[in-house]
């Protein structure tokens, strides 16, 4: 919508990513072909070759598949494993077409995740404003600095607050631990409100923006947005 040109990568098998553009049939069928990011990693093709077009102008995707979960066993024998993707990813980012590429990572630390950290430049944690959204956050902080041992290069932008539910005391007390963490964090001033046009616009494969613009939901993410492309630059 801001006219940016961007590349979206799945790499998360619940193929929520994927789901958001593309309707189930439509995703279960490229997850089980051979267009999408595990057959990329796995035949350690250009995931030039793996891109999809949407149907919103500027955005395309490369999906996931439910073949991700043993991701982790495709790379444990692999040579320079830990910097396979960022091998993969290196056509896109030399191409000029994308101003942004956004990897969605799956909720878990180990060698798939490291893969994800090493081909990127920024890192965005999303926490959810809940008594289990801080829980294993200290783990994620230690994660990051040891892959910035090996990838020196990724900075972490910033924190990005979801589902928060200001009738609930526990949203200002989330707020105040990361910002109160110890280390050198950002918390993104634009957080996203519990609302329920988010997953109307799941259910129907749409980014919540192009589903129903005028929602508290779109505007909040488009605020975010424009506080991400900020501090990017």
């Known amino acids: 919508m801001l006219g940016k040109r961007v590349l979206l990568v799945d790499g998360d098998m619940q193929l929520n990513l994927s789901l958001s553009y593309f309707s189930e049939d439509e995703v279960l069928s490229m997850a089980q072909g051979e267009k999408n990011l595990y057959y990329a990693m796995k035949k350690q093709m250009d995931l030039m070759d793996f891109i999809v077009p949407t149907t919103y102008e500027g955005i395309d995707l490369v999906p996931s598949s439910t073949l991700m979960s043993s991701i982790e066993y495709e790379l444990f024998t692999k040579w320079q494993r830990e910097f396979i993707l960022k091998k993969l990813l290196a056509g896109a980012r030399e191409s000029g077409k994308y101003d942004y590429i956004f990897i969605d990572s799956p909720p878990t630390l180990g060698g798939w995740v490291m893969n994800i950290l090493c081909a990127s430049d920024r890192l965005i944690i999303p926490v959810e404003a809940s008594p289990w959204g801080l829980f294993g956050l200290a783990n994620m902080f230690e994660f990051l600095h040891t892959v910035k041992e090996m990838s020196p290069q990724l900075s972490l932008l910033g924190i990005a607050v979801?589902?928060?539910?200001?009738?609930?005391?526990?949203?200002?007390?989330?707020?105040?631990?990361?910002?109160?963490?110890?280390?050198?964090?950002?918390?993104?001033?634009?957080?996203?409100?519990?609302?329920?046009?988010?997953?109307?616009?799941?259910?129907?494969?749409?980014?919540?923006?192009?589903?129903?613009?005028?929602?508290?939901?779109?505007?909040?993410?488009m605020e975010l947005t424009k506080e991400v492309i900020e501090l990017w630059q």
């Not at 109160?180 to 923006?209: A, C, L, M």
Request: zero cysteines; hydrophobic letters at 25%; a positive charge.
């Open 162 to 221: 979801t589902k928060v539910d200001e009738r609930k005391s526990y949203v200002k007390q989330t707020m105040e631990t990361l910002r109160n963490s110890g280390e050198d964090v950002h918390v993104f001033s634009s957080y996203i409100r519990v609302d329920s046009t988010i997953e109307w616009s799941q259910d129907n494969s749409k980014p919540v923006g192009a589903y129903k613009k005028s929602s508290r939901s779109a505007k909040e993410y």
